[in-house]
C-alpha cells in the first residue's frame, strides 16, 4: 500500500486577518482532547495557539494544562465553562474546540458562536432535534462557523470507497448494506459511562452510528428521506446479566472479569478519572452488566434516500471481533469494503477500552485477519481489488489528514471531506429518526423532525445541481434532512 500525497494547504490559510495565528480553547479536558492538543501544541502550533481548557472536573483540566505545559512554552489557563464567554471575550479567542459528552455539544456551540468564536466539534454535532435547531439558528444568527470532525470520511479505505462511488463506475446507486460490528472491549465502553444513558448520547444510533450515517450520506452525495428502526438492549444491563445467569461483582476492580476495567491498571486512565471522582463523581468504569441503561446493543435500520437508494444498517455492540462490511450496489456492478480492526478478543486482552482503530492490534486471529479489503465488480466483468492509499497515524493515516484540514484551513479536496454543521445535522437526523422510530414503531419523515431551517443542498463534495449526475442519474427529489422551512441556511 502507498501513501495517500500529503495534502496542498496554503501557508497562511487560516489565520487572523492580521496574519497571526488563531488563539484557541478546548473544552471537555477527557479522553478526546488530547488528540486537538498534541496538533495544536505540536504539528500545527505555527498557525495556531492553545489560550485555555474548560472543564467541569478542575482536576482533569488541570491534567491536560500540565500536559500543554510540558510542550509549550506560552502559558495557557484552566477555565470554569460557565465563564465560556467571558474568556472568548477577554482572551480575543477565534475558535472553540468541544469535546465534552454529546448532550453538550449544542448549548455550548451556540454559547461560544454568540460570543464571537467560531466551532469545532466532535461528532455527533448533537443528540436531538432541539440540539439542531439551536444550532442552526445559532449559525443563522451570528454567521459564524462550525466544524464537525467527521474522521471516518478521511480513513483512507472510506476515502477509496468514496472514489468508486464517485467515479461512476458502478453506476447510479441502488441500495448499501452496512454492517457495523463492535467488539465485547470497544462496544462495552459506551456502556460503562454517560453514553449509557440516551439522554446523554442519543444511544448508538446517534453517538455512535452518526459516523456511520455520514458516510453513507457522503458516499452517497443525498440526504436520508425516511428511517424504520428496529432493536434493543439484549446483551448489556442487569435484566440480561439475570437471564443469562451472570454472577456480577459490582464495580469489579481486581477481578478476573473481562467486562470489567480496573482503572488502577492504567496510568492514564487512573490520573484522568479515578482520581478526579472526587470532584465530579464521574465513574468511567460502571459495570455494563448493573444500573440503569437506557440504550441499545442491537440496532437495525431501513432508511430511504432521497435519490431512490436504500441502505439497510445494522450494529451490534457485543461481537467477539471489531469491524465492518459495506456492500454498495449499482445500476453497472458492485463495490465490498470488508474492514476487520480487531480479529478477536482474548481473554488475557480484555478489559481494556482501547479502540481498534486507534491502536493496532495483532494481525489475525485465528481464521480472522486485521486489515481492509476494497473489491469492484461491474456487471459482466471480473472482481478487482482497489488499492487502499494508507499512511501513518491512527485511522491509517485519516486522522492527520482531518487535523490538517481543520488546522491550516480545508485543502482543495476533490472528495469533499471537509464538513460543516449541515453535514453533522444530516449525519444525526437518521439517528433522531431512528430513535423516534424506535418509540413509535412506525417508519419516520426526516422532514416530520423539526431539525431546524432546510437543508437545501445535499451533503458531500457534490452540490445539489450535480449530486446524482453519474451515469444513469436520476433528478434530485425535494427531500431534505430538515424542516418546512424554507429558507436556506448560510455556511
Ligand atoms: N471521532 C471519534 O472517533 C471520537 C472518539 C471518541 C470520542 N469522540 C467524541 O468526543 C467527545 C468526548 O468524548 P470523550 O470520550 O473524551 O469523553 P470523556 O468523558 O472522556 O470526556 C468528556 C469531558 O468533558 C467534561 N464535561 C462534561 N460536561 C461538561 C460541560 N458541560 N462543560 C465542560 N466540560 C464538560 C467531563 O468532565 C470530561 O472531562 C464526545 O462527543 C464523543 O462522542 C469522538
Given at each position: 500500500m502507498t501513501a495517500e500525497p500529503t495534502p496542498e494547504h496554503?501557508?497562511?490559510?487560516?489565520?487572523?486577518?492580521?496574519g497571526s495565528p488563531l488563539r484557541y480553547l478546548v473544552v471537555g479536558a477527557g479522553n478526546r482532547c488530547e488528540m486537538y492538543l498534541r496538533s495544536l501544541l505540536e504539528e500545527h502550533a505555527d498557525v495556531a495557539v492553545l489560550v485555555g481548557i474548560g472543564d467541569t472536573n478542575p482536576g482533569r483540566a488541570e491534567y491536560f494544562r500540565a500536559f500543554a505545559a510540558e510542550r509549550s512554552a506560552g502559558s495557557v489557563i484552566v477555565f470554569d465553562p460557565t465563564d465560556l464567554e467571558a474568556v472568548v471575550r477577554a482572551e480575543r479567542v477565534d475558535r472553540v474546540i468541544v469535546t465534552t459528552p454529546d448532550h453538550t455539544h449544542a448549548q455550548l456551540i451556540c454559547r461560544a458562536l454568540r460570543a464571537g468564536a467560531d466551532v469545532v466539534v466532535e461528532k455527533?454535532?448533537?443528540?436531538?432535534d432541539a440540539g439542531t435547531r439551536a444550532i442552526a439558528h445559532a449559525v443563522e444568527e451570528t454567521g459564524r462557523t462550525v466544524v464537525v470532525t467527521f474522521n471516518y470520511r478521511y480513513s483512507p479505505r472510506n476515502t477509496a470507497l468514496k472514489e468508486v462511488v464517485q467515479s461512476g463506475?458502478?453506476?447510479?446507486?441502488t441500495s448499501i448494506d452496512f454492517t457495523w460490528m463492535l467488539d465485547t472491549v470497544h462496544g462495552a465502553d459506551y456502556f460503562r459511562?454517560?453514553?449509557?444513558l440516551k439522554e446523554n448520547s442519543g444511544g448508538l444510533l446517534v453517538h455512535k452510528s452518526s459516523h456511520h450515517f455520514d458516510l453513507v450520506n457522503w458516499w452517497l452525495s443525498d440526504s436520508p428521506e425516511r428511517v424504520y428502526a428496529s432493536g434493543g438492549l439484549?446483551?448489556?444491563g442487569p435484566d440480561n446479566a439475570a437471564a443469562d445467569g451472570r454472577v456480577r461483582h459490582g464495580?469489579?476492580?481486581?477481578?478476573?472479569?473481562?467486562?470489567?476495567?480496573?482503572?488502577?491498571?492504567d496510568d492514564r486512565l487512573t490520573r484522568l478519572y479515578l482520581d478526579n471522582?472526587?470532584?465530579?463523581?464521574?465513574?468511567?468504569?460502571?459495570?455494563?452488566?448493573e444500573g440503569e441503561i437506557t440504550i441499545e446493543d442491537n440496532l437495525a435500520l431501513v432508511v430511504d434516500y432521497a435519490q431512490g437508494a436504500t441502505l439497510s444498517y445494522s450494529l451490534n455492540a457485543h461481537c467477539p471481533w471489531e469491524g465492518y462490511r459495506v456492500a454498495v450496489n449499482g445500476t453497472r456492478g458492485r463495490a465490498e469494503l470488508d474492514v476487520v480492526e480487531r480479529a478477536a478478543v482474548l481473554p488475557a486482552s480484555g478489559?481494556?477500552?482501547?479502540?481498534p482503530s486507534v491502536t493496532a492490534g495483532p494481525d489475525h486471529d485465528g481464521a480472522r485477519h486485521r486489515g481492509d479489503r476494497l473489491v469492484v465488480q461491474e456487471h459482466w466483468g471480473a472482481a478487482e481489488e482497489i488499492t487502499i492509499h494508507t499512511g501513518e497515524g491512527s485511522h491509517g493515516g485519516g486522522d492527520r489528514l482531518l487535523l490538517a484540514d481543520v488546522f491550516r484551513g480545508p485543502h482543495d479536496d476533490p472528495f469533499g471531506r471537509p464538513s460543516d454543521y449541515r453535514d453533522g445535522i444530516a449525519a444525526v437526523a437518521v439517528g433522531i429518526a431512528g430513535n423516534r422510530s424506535l418509540e413509535t414503531g412506525s417508519p419516520v419523515r426526516v422532514?416530520?423532525?423539526?431539525?431546524?431551517?432546510?437543508?437545501?443542498r445535499t451533503v458531500g463534495s457534490r452540490p445539489a445541481s450535480e449530486?446524482?449526475?453519474?451515469?444513469d442519474a436520476r433528478p434530485t427529489s425535494d427531500?431534505?434532512?430538515?424542516?418546512?422551512?424554507?429558507a436556506e441556511v448560510p455556511a
Open positions: 496554503a501557508p497562511t490559510a487560516l489565520t487572523s486577518t492580521d455527533p454535532l448533537t443528540v436531538d463506475r458502478i453506476g447510479r446507486v459511562r454517560w453514553h449509557r439484549r446483551f448489556y464495580r469489579a476492580v481486581g477481578s478476573q472479569d473481562p467486562f470489567a476495567l480496573d482503572l488502577r491498571t471522582e472526587k470532584h465530579d463523581g464521574y465513574r468511567r468504569n460502571q459495570d455494563v452488566f478489559g481494556s477500552p482501547v479502540d422532514r416530520e423532525l423539526d431539525l431546524g431551517p432546510v437543508l437545501s449530486a446524482g449526475s453519474g451515469p427531500a431534505v434532512a430538515g424542516s418546512s422551512e424554507s
